[in-house]
Nanobody, 129 residues
Framework: QVQFVESGGGLVQPGGSLTLSCAVP????????IGWFRQAPGKEREGVSC????????YYADSVTGRFTISRDDAKNTVYLQMNDLKPEDTALYYC??????????????????????WGKGTLVTVSS
């Protein structure tokens, strides 16, 4: 079963930084848009960021714009999420998924996630003093 493996989460103080990674060992991410999502307790899953395949315009949710940066290394089949100036409201379980129907982030930007696949189990980010 193809599934992303996320890593890099942890406990960090407000204002701190973390870098998350997600990869699918042995599986090429070529041609897929890859999204980072998060879900906090009692809240719906939210598309945080997305990077298209050979697309220079990533998507960011308003809540993370200017603080998070997404990147991908297709040679390593890995996508990263650099998170700076973390806030308590960023606390959530963070997941990766691939849009198996698109190379661009149009669906994630429109908050439509039905074509997302290969969901991982997530990595927990806790922002607290």
């Amino acid at each position: 079963q193809v599934q992303f493996v996320e890593s890099g989460g942890g406990l960090v103080q407000p204002g701190g930084s973390l870098t998350l990674s997600c990869a699918v060992p042995g599986f090429s991410l070529d041609y897929y848009a890859i999204g980072w999502f998060r879900q906090a307790p009692g809240k719906e899953r939210e598309g945080v960021s997305c990077v298209g395949y050979r697309d220079s315009t990533p998507y960011y949710a308003d809540s993370v714009t200017g603080r998070f940066t997404i990147s991908r290394d297709d040679a390593k089949n890995t996508v990263y999420l650099q998170m700076n100036d973390l806030k308590p409201e960023d606390t959530a379980l963070y997941y990766c998924a691939a849009d198996i129907m698109a190379s661009r982030c149009t669906e994630v930007a429109a908050k439509r996630y039905s074509t997302m696949n290969y969901w991982g189990k997530g990595t927990l980010v806790t922002v607290s003093s």
